[in-house]
Nanobody, 129 residues
Framework: VHVVESGGGAVQTGGSLRLSCGFSGLPAVTYCVAWFRQFPGKERQALAKLRANGQTYVAEPVQGRFTTSKDANENILYLQMNDLTPDDTAQYYC????????????????????????WGTGTMVTISS
């Protein structure tokens, strides 16, 4: 299984970025892929998830600013981030697991985070004021 993030960078407050997560090697009908971010010294925070059946969910703290979607033809999960602020500055990670059950867990829970098995190396997002 491979998970690779791209699309990070530096933008000013109010700007937008779209992150991409390419994933491969997962069973076609049984997987969960998710976006996380990590602030220095903190646990990784789940932002959005995708179930193999196409269901997506965005965590409440970023709803209204962040959306997630899967490419119609490729195994790519996007994270569209709008109205960015310096508080969004973090390392952003994509993760995956060959399990749909994990996607049923509360996205805010440690169980969800610990259920992810395959992690990308992350992409840095820096928002300047």
């Amino acid at each position: 299984v491979h998970v690779v993030e791209s699309g990070g960078g530096a933008v000013q407050t109010g700007g937008s970025l779209r992150l991409s997560c390419g994933f491969s090697g997962l069973p076609a009908v049984t997987y969960c892929v998710a976006w996380f971010r990590q602030f220095p010294g903190k646990e990784r925070q789940a932002l959005a998830k995708l179930r193999a059946n196409g269901q997506t969910y965005v965590a409440e703290p970023v709803q209204g600013r962040f959306t997630t979607s899967k490419d119609a033809n490729e195994n790519i999960l996007y994270l569209q981030m709008n109205d960015l602020t310096p508080d969004d500055t973090a390392q952003y990670y994509c993760a995956a697991v060959a399990s749909s059950e994990v996607c049923s867990y509360d996205i805010r829970s440690n169980t969800f985070r610990l259920g992810m098995r395959y992690w990308g190396t992350g992409t840095m997002v820096t928002i300047s004021s």
